[in-house]
């Protein structure tokens, strides 16, 4: 699993960083199933490439994953290493060609009108991830899903909204349109990084629905899983405080960093989350 290792240590993502709570077999799972998310994602995001050839590529990906989950020995590493992983979890093809649906998205869907085609997107990306790590990290009740459908949408518009910036310079606008409209927030506005009083408004508007999304999660999570959900309940964590630091800084996303958390803050939360677990606390430590 070396290759899915290095990926996953490489892109010192806040997912890759929740794992730390996992034992380690899981963490080598999560860290395979995290390789794929990221390798797909890398294709469809790399603009120096020409659309179709990422099409194209894409499809291969989608082929090859089907291959792992057959009796054939898949091409790329990645899906190598994943084989192994799809048979011990009985992991779906059905998500992972839904994910691959939502990657490519990016290649045709530049503009959202509206937060029923927003919603989509945000399932495929983010809730199908969340769906398939928890077939991972075992549950119990059905009721988990439903959790893991509301946090990766959760997860998935904080993630928006800290990307403004780094999607504009793409050409890409996530915020729905029918809400820059409500706001008068033009689109060569966010394409210009330009920030004001109406963006400020308008991304509140989105976060709110990250609110609703963070509140359903922690309503949904049954108790007798709540341990085995501990690594999605620091995603959730370290999520909900850069919402929170988001809404601090009143959204202004255009400077040349993007807003993070420290070293430190994860590492607390980390603590934080372990402990609130293992004592026996039953409130989410986001949500509030």
Known sequence: ??????????????????????????????????AFCREVDDVADDESVPVERRREQLAVWRADVRR?????????SVNRELQAILRQYRL????????????????????????????????????????????????????CRDYAVYLGKALQLTNILRDVRTDAER???????????????REEEILGNEYSPRFCELAAS????????YEL??????????????????????????LRKLERQRFDVFGPELTRLNKGQKFLLIFRTWYRLVSGAVAPNYGA
């Open 206 to 213: 989105v976060a709110a629905h990250a609110r609703r999304f």
């Open 217 to 242: 999660a922690r309503d949904t999570l049954p108790d007798e899983d709540r341990r085995a959900m501990m690594a999605a309940e620091l995603m959730g964590s370290v999520y909900w405080r850069l």
């Open 171 to 185: 050409g890409r606008i996530y915020l729905p349109l029918a809400d820059l409209a409500r706001c008068q927030v």
């Open 1 to 34: 699993m070396q290759e899915c290792r290095t990926i996953t240590r490489k892109s010192a993502s806040n997912l890759a960083l929740a794992f730390v709570l996992l034992p380690r077999i899981k963490r080598d799972a999560m860290s395979t199933l995290y």
């Open 92 to 143: 779906p093809f059905e998500h992972f060609d839904e994910l691959i649906r939502g990657v490519e998205m990016d290649l045709d869907i530049r503009r959202y009108a509206s937060y029923e085609q927003l919603d989509l997107y945000c399932y495929r990306v983010a809730s199908v991830v969340g769906l398939l790590s928890i077939e991972i990290f075992g549950y119990r009740n059905a009721a």
């Open 68 to 76: 792992a989950f057959g009796n054939e020995t898949p091409q790329l």
